[in-house]
């Protein structure tokens, strides 16, 4: 696969945390158009977002050139890198296995267009729980439910208006609704709800994109918008923990834009360039080499 070892970065668990979160602030740019993908892509996503912040920290650890750049794209990821004054690209893979290969292929390379700068490959080691009843016991979770696309892409652009909130049963549990109010722009609220009793909160939503929980509901929960007349009944199932308990994060080599592209049209697997050639090399970018 390439010459060179792969560098390790410890997977700690912040980085999960901040992987998650990154997914639904960003939530708008991920370009679903028929509602949101199953919790394999978001956890996928949130492993990308974690491997990139890992990146960074150890960049600036090393006292590499680098910098990150906001995207002016409405697209994913909400900003890019630069390394060394080259465009950087970062294609993280999660996975629970051991593997001698990069997992690339032409499919999986699809969004790696750019024939400038460099395309930098990394694996995700990790385990996730699947559902509410394989949740870690004492472990940290991110408990999400995407709303479908009736909430999050109405095909009427209206306020939701006041937001009438009621959990079945359980202990009272903090919420956090994110969306985008009416000039696109996201907007995170918090209200915390208690079991039989009516919760109701005023918003400027325009769009509700997910609901996240601070711990596992054990009865339904139910939202509706009495001005639209949307209401969405959650069960317990339906909830999905987007936290991956990561191990480490492996970078396994790069290649630059051009190689790449050539590759991916002859149809073949990249042979990687070692990472540490690409570090040495972004070194010299900085002395202008």
């Known amino acids: 696969m390439t010459e060179g070892a792969p560098l390790s970065l410890d997977y700690t668990p912040d980085l999960s945390t ?3 979160t990154q997914v639904t602030r960003q939530w708008a740019r991920l370009g679903w158009r028929s509602g949101p993908p199953d919790f394999n892509a978001l956890r996928q996503l949130a492993a990308q977002a974690a491997s990139e912040i890992a990146l960074i920290r150890y960049l600036s650890n090393q006292d590499i050139p680098h910098e990150v750049v906001a995207s002016s794209a409405n697209r994913w990821p909400a900003s890019a890198q630069r390394l060394g004054g080259r465009p950087l690209y ?3 893979h999660l996975t629970r296995r051991e593997s001698k290969r990069a997992n690339l292929n032409v499919d999986l390379l699809a969004d790696a267009q750019a024939s ?3 395309h930098l490959f990394a694996r995700a080691y990790g385990t996730v729980s699947k559902g509410p009843r394989d949740l870690p016991e004492g472990q940290p979770h991110f408990l999400l439910h995407p ?3 009736a909430w999050a892409l109405p095909a009427s652009w209206r306020p939701l208006g006041e937001l009438a909130i009621k959990l079945e049963e359980g202990e009272a549990l903090s919420l956090e609704l994110g969306g985008l109010d009416g000039q696109r722009k996201l907007v995170q ?3 915390k709800v ?3 009793e009516r919760a109701s909160i005023e918003s400027n939503l325009y769009a509700l994109h997910y609901l996240r929980a601070g711990a596992q509901p054990i009865g339904r929960l139910g939202v509706s918008s009495p001005s639209t ?3 969405q009944i959650i069960k317990p199932r339906e909830w999905g923990n987007l936290f991956v308990y990561g191990a480490r994060i492996d970078l396994l080599g790069y290649l630059p834009g051009r190689d790449l592209l050539s590759r991916k049209a002859r149809k073949t697997l990249p042979d990687l360039r070692p990472v540490d050639d690409l570090l ?9 080499a």
């Open 280 to 288: 040495a090399r972004a070194r010299a970018w900085r002395g202008g």
């Open 229 to 231: 007349g949307l209401t």
């Open 18 to 20: 901040a992987g998650a």
């Open 147 to 149: 709303l479908p696309a």
């Open 116 to 118: 400038e700068g460099v």
């Open 90 to 92: 970062l294609h993280s």
């Open 189 to 191: 609220m918090q209200i």
């Open 194 to 196: 208690s079991a039989g």
